[in-house]
């Protein structure tokens, strides 16, 4: 069987990588990786972090891109290596304008297509936001959908997704996740990250903070920065915060919090020292899909600063809160977890909600079969 896997960004290369590893060690199939290149630079760490080979190389980014852009350049390239490699299945992961793509390119050129975290939603108003769209189209264009959790494959059949195409396997972040915690024990890496933090040291609680989606930017993404400063200016703690490379996130957040001795405005850090400092901290704030995932598995509180979340297992199960965007908001959800140990503790419980670790032996078992 060939197989062709598509990425375009950060979290895509993560989840993406246990199942090339796996594929690939199976003797009946053929695997080729495709980097769109959508977002180049952030990507670049992850693939050599876990040696991923590139075989086509799109290189499709460039400065001021626009979806339009995107998509075009991606789809023109795809048509290109899906003619060369001639894939029985396209693998694709998530809900970018790459995904996308690579599902219609699969449509056009007749080639299977199977999508990884299947089944998330919203719900929300598409435009201008592209994920959800996306989402949804990816779905209508895939033959086989593997979905993290119950609650995805439920969204799909609501949808009329035929039953037998649905396969609950989890969320691949997490074979991510155990097999980085194994590259840092074996490597080392903890001395090496410790070194570069040493300021964690003290008995200051870590707040570690993401942010990067695109109905944020302008007054959400002030507002989550106010609420920032004010944590930092009110209470003794660190707050890390690896900055997205998005122009419209980074130019904010510097002119904001940039002057601000305990908020760490970092670039972003390599996946296994991300994970490190998600072991460090006391609770994580964030608007990724991602870190939503990660942090349960960790027992990490995770306060969501976005008006709506795919995510809804870790709401329901007590171990995130959605605070929205409002600077009040924020501060509400962080300082009752600082303030409040009965509540901070009933958040801070490890749990099993996206997945076991073994999700990429599942796809590989069920791509087999379905060859
Ligand atoms: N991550 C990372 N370095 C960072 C910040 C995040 O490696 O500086 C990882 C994080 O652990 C998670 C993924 O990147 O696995 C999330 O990516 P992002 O927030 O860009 O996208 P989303 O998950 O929202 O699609």
Same mark, same amino acid.
């Not at 290596?81 to 790459?98: E, R, Y």
């Given at each position: ?42 990507? /670049? ?38 003619? =060369? ?39 929300? /108003? ?25 609650? !995805? ?42 070194? +570069? ?6 008995? /200051? ?23 920032? /400063?004010?944590? +930092? ?63 349960? !598995? ?15 297992? =870790? ?57």
């Amino acid at each position: 069987i060939k197989i062709l896997a598509v990425f375009g960004t950060r979290p895509e290369a993560i989840k993406l990588a246990p199942i090339i590893h796996t594929l690939k060690q199976r003797p009946d199939m053929t695997v080729a990786v495709c980097l769109t290149g959508q977002h180049r630079q952030m990507v /670049k760490p992850v693939i050599s972090f876990f040696n991923l080979n590139i075989d086509y190389d799109l290189d499709i980014m460039s400065q001021d891109q626009s979806l339009f852009d995107i998509t075009a350049k991606a789809l023109h390239g795809l048509q290109q290596t899906i003619a =060369s490699f001639q894939p029985d299945w396209i693998l694709v992961q998530g809900d970018t304008t790459t995904t996308f793509t690579s599902a219609l390119a699969g449509f056009y050129s007749g080639t299977k297509v199977a999508h990884i975290e299947a089944g998330l939603r919203t719900y929300h /108003k598409y435009a201008p936001f592209p994920e959800e769209i996306n989402r949804v189209l990816t779905t209508r264009l895939s033959d086989i959908h593997f979905a993290a959790t119950d609650r !995805a494959r439920d969204n799909l059949l609501k949808e009329g997704i035929d039953e037998a195409n649905i396969y609950v396997v989890g969320n691949p972040i997490i074979d991510a996740m155990l097999m980085t915690e194994e590259k840092i024990r074996s490597k080392s890496l903890d001395a090496r990250f410790q070194n +570069a933090f040493q300021y964690l040291e003290s008995d /200051k609680r870590l707040i570690l903070v993401t942010g990067h989606r695109r109905e944020s930017f302008g007054q959400p993404f002030e507002d989550i920065c106010k609420a920032l /400063k004010h944590l +930092a200016q009110s209470h003794e703690v660190e707050i890390v915060y690896p900055v997205h490379l998005n122009p419209n996130v980074t130019e904010l957040v510097h002119r904001m919090l940039g002057d601000t001795c305990n908020i760490r405005l970092l670039e972003p850090v390599e996946y296994p020292m991300f994970l490190w400092l998600m072991q460090k901290s006391y609770l994580i704030l964030t608007d990724s899909g991602g870190v939503q995932e990660e942090a349960p !598995a960790w027992g990490k509180p995770v306060v969501v600063m976005r008006e709506t979340t795919e995510r809804t297992e =870790s709401l329901e199960a007590g171990v995130s809160v959605l605070a929205g965007t409002s600077t009040q908001a924020i501060v509400e959800a962080v300082e009752r977890l600082l303030d409040d140990e009965q509540h901070y503790q009933a958040m801070a419980r490890q749990i099993d909600l996206y997945g076991d670790g073994a999700t990429r032996y599942r796809i590989a078992d069920i791509l087999m079969r379905r060859a």
